[in-house]
């Protein structure tokens, strides 16, 4: 039943919410009946796109509608990540465990399907490239991995020509990368146990090496810290200094001389380097900002940068630049600019509204389009944040759609009780008059300032347009009451949180995998509130030295196993204290478990965060609440590595009784105590 969950949710009136997880790859889709050098044309300028393709982190392969953000189909792929999707020539491929595919994009079916690989193993990483002619109107794909390239011609799937890799003595553990050039393809492979590189350049017609050559990397640990273009392979050190090596002509990496760095008017270290232009232009990032530089390999002249805002995005789509300035953690001073040499293409700045609990912007996908009449071109942009979330906006900055995705990576789920509303419960037995008169008058304060809280949520939650702030049924983005049509058959009316005569609804609270709390009316299937899980305070200081400031940004993520344990520690039932819940979680920059504890029917923090200093073997929820001090709180009891066993809230004492409570670990290689 969780895993059906973790998918699918249905509300009363039938209907079902589907996911696809965290989009990792997407393509916009072209109107169909085009040759290839229209559809080069329109990628130069603009099309009318009408679908995205996405491929996600749970091997999912879907195409959504642009405009209706809903499913159009839809396969879930092996066990195996997707390592890339590409439109070409009216259908998509798709590359995944060194198996080439070929889809129909508007039903997808499986047109045919090609082992580039002979052996097939577990997750192969694999790159996929469209090679378009526009003069003659001929397209190639191109499918490598780290040992093998095939070109595959893509209306058929007839094999156009094959060449082996040499990938080195790992090459079961080999990485690749490529990029296409105006002659064909270069192909990077890189032996991370040999610290050898090797280069390939191909030409498209005939498939013959044009250049190959073995490079000297000792010093990479992984692709990942590099960035390919036309002519340049930009990597870090582990220092987080830029090397450069040029891919027609150089047998070595160079680093930037000092006079060079100056004039990218940042000394790093660097976090990581992106590839956005497609003619040598990178994006280089550090915790505190970015530079977009033109890096030369071979060192001729001294590189242009551009110094970005921390956070910024950029991206080019034809003779478009897009940039994405965001400051914070995201939930406010998001801007897009869009600018262009194109007198068809008008630049504009728009301002683009986020709720707090979606984070920043981690990805930004622009598309752009032919506007009727055809005398000038607009454009829309997809984006995913950090909790995963896919958005959509137009170029008025207005919301079209969104998609939460957040709810297909849930790894925890605890149903918690909603207070009752009949006054008779407020009442205790055999007291006085006065005292039941007094009683009830502090239960409907208590129930005025609750409504309160659920006002303030609703106006800090609003969307930037309720009209065009629509989800996948047409319900508003961020209004956390359903709709009146849609209310409990309990009685209660819209956005009411009212337990029901048989106690039947509930309020699911729900954790996922990339550090988000949400609570789901269990009557309608809506999202109540959503919050995501505040870093500890002392975050900022633990990053300490340079180095640490060239890793990823740190984090909140599961604990070992995937596994982000919700305790529920006091109920709705000790009226008028509020309900109290503690989430279990663990800091991604130090590996140490993260305590932090909120209110499950309003989604409001109780306190901050906190960083335990040492890692748990065990955390057990006492049984029965503690009577001490009136705050019928139930214990959490941690068990250190270093055998020390403290209580969660420290101020909490064991319930009386308790003479004695035992902690059993087993340790699940030997299976032993």
Known sequence: MFKLFKTKKRDKIGRTRQFVGRVQHLEFDLPAGTTTKQRSQQLQGGSSSRRLFVATDHNVLAAIGLKSSRIIWRHFLEDAPVNGIKLCDGALFSMSNGLLRSWSTSRGILNYEISVQEQLE????????CHEDPDDDRSLVFASTARRLVAVAPLTGALEWAANLDAGSGENHSEVTSFPNPDGLTVVTFDPTAGKMRLHQFG???????RTATVKAEWLTSLQRCAISVSTLACLDPAGSVRLLSLSSGSDFKPLPP???????????????????????FQLTTNSGAVVAMLDASLATGPTGESLPAGSLLRYRGQVRFLLRQQGDGGGGVTLEASSSSSLVASNKISLSFASHHGRVSQLYPVTFVRKGGSSYGYRVVMTTRDADLHAFDDTG??????????????????????SADEDELVTPGGSVFSSFAQRLSGQVHHFIHVLQHLMLCWRARPASQADSLGEFGYPDEAPAPPASAASSSGSGAGSLIRDEFNLHKLLVVATKDGKLAALDSATGRSVWRLMIPMPAAAAAAEGTAADSARTEARIEPLAGGQMPLYIQRTTAHFPLEPMATVLCRDSSTGRPVLFSFNPITGIGIGLAQRLQSRLLQALLVPQPSHDNGQYIR????????????????????????????LYTVDRDNRLL
């Open 122 to 129: 577990a997750k192969f990483a694999g790159t996929l490239t």
């Open 204 to 210: 498209a017609e005939s498939g013959v090496a044009k």
């Open 259 to 281: 006079s060079l760095v100056e004039q990218l008017g940042h000394a790093g270290p660097w976090q990581s380097v992106e590839e956005i232009g497609g003619q040598d232009l």
């Open 398 to 419: 207005e919301r079209q759609w969104m998609r939460e995705e957040s709810l297909a990576g849930i790894v925890s789920v605890e149903a918690v009780d909603l207070p």
């Open 635 to 662: 214990p959490l009891m941690l068990l250190s590595d270093t055998l020390q066993v403290t209580l969660y809230p420290a101020k909490t004492a064991l319930p009386h009784g308790f003479k004695s409570l035992n």
